[in-house]
């Protein structure tokens, strides 16, 4: 395998992993707007309860009008996406 194509590959998983983050912020922060509490938003989605208080306490900063681009931002720097 080339060094070329390691990176194409290395590119896009740090790719896909950003746009599942922002997938995931969205439907976090649409959930916050609903005045759903974080461990009800880990069950409705099906997502462990960490990754959601993470996010929640990130886009409480935020409230009332959520910049989900800049929520997303600041959970993939704290994931070291």
């Known amino acids: 395998?080339?060094?070329?194509?390691i990176r194409l590959e290395r590119g896009q998983a740090i790719g896909k992993a950003q746009g599942e983050a922002s997938i995931?912020?969205?439907?976090?922060?649409?959930?916050?707007?609903?005045?759903?509490?974080?461990?009800q938003i880990s069950e409705i989605l099906e997502i462990d309860l960490a990754t959601v208080e993470k996010i929640y306490n990130i886009a409480k900063e935020y409230g009332p009008n959520y910049n989900v681009a800049k929520i997303s931002e600041i959970y993939r720097k704290s994931i070291s996406i």
């Open 24 to 39: 995931l912020t969205d439907l976090i922060v649409k959930k916050i707007e609903q005045g759903i509490m974080p461990k």
């Open 1 to 5: 395998m080339s060094i070329l194509s």
